[in-house]
């Protein structure tokens, strides 16, 4: 079992910053990519940012320029830094992960989600 757990969410007044945090914890043996999704009310979560083990990155077309995701792969860390916040970003951001927790054995794992909201 691979468990995430976030930190980070909160208050914030239009224009602000946040930074969430997430921390992979368990049997790991690599993980391949790291992200964050948020949920669209009556719709299936959405991808906000993601990054490859080699540091490759992708970001939803909403939050280019004002978000950036980072991962120390040496701590099973994922971040994201979240600038220039509207209230639209308001949401639950969950944590994910996809890799390998031994050699033959693959894991999918999400966080608990955790609240930002950005007051106008």
């Known amino acids: 079992q691979v468990q995430l757990v976030e930190s980070g969410g909160g208050l914030v007044q239009a224009g602000g910053s946040l930074r969430l945090s997430c921390v992979a914890s368990?049997?790991?043996?690599?993980?391949?990519?790291m992200g964050w999704y948020r949920q669209v009310p009556g719709k299936q979560r959405e991808l906000v940012a993601n990054?490859?083990?080699?540091?490759?990155?992708n970001y939803a077309d909403s939050v280019k320029g004002r978000f950036t995701i980072s991962r120390d792969n040496a701590k099973n860390t994922v971040s994201l830094q979240m600038n220039s916040l509207k209230p639209e970003d308001t949401n639950v951001y969950y944590c994910t992960a996809e890799g390998m927790a031994t050699r033959s054995q693959p894991f999918g794992s999400w966080g608990q989600g955790t609240q930002v909201t950005v007051s106008s």
């Open positions: 990054i490859l083990l080699n540091g490759r990155t």
């Open positions: 368990g049997r790991v043996f690599s993980i391949d990519v």
